[in-house]
């Protein structure tokens, strides 16, 4: 399972409204590649598939589907700003190393 901070779940509703999708809900993918052998991928999603993981809190949903939940789960996803970039970032408790710039990691 995946869990959303506060500012994670404020900007996936506001990524929704912008977007005029229905709901907002967070996909969390996990694929290969990356500097550290796999790599997460972000993405506003209009509905929750069946076989989806689904965590609800805060206002928004964050789903993984039951592969990348074998390397993400009891993860938490944040969002932060600074001047020189805004981006999710996950706290992946799985993950035994990770790329310097925290989107690709190896577990």
């Known amino acids: 399972m995946i869990t959303l901070t506060e500012n994670a779940a404020k900007k996936v509703q506001a990524l929704a409204k912008a977007q005029g999708k229905k709901e907002p809900i967070l996909r969390v993918k996990v694929g290969a590649g990356g500097c ?3 790599s997460y991928e972000f993405l506003i999603e209009d509905a929750v598939k069946p076989d989806d993981i689904v965590f609800q809190g805060k206002g ?3 789903v993984v589907d039951p592969r990348s ?3 993400v789960g009891g993860s ?3 969002f932060y700003e600074t001047l020189m970039e805004s981006k999710f970032k996950i706290q992946n408790p799985l993950a035994k190393s990770s790329c310097s710039c925290g989107t690709s990691f190896n577990v």
């Open 69 to 71: 939940d074998f390397f």
């Open 76 to 78: 938490e996803v944040d």
């Open 36 to 38: 550290s052998g796999m």
């Open 60 to 62: 928004a949903k964050a």
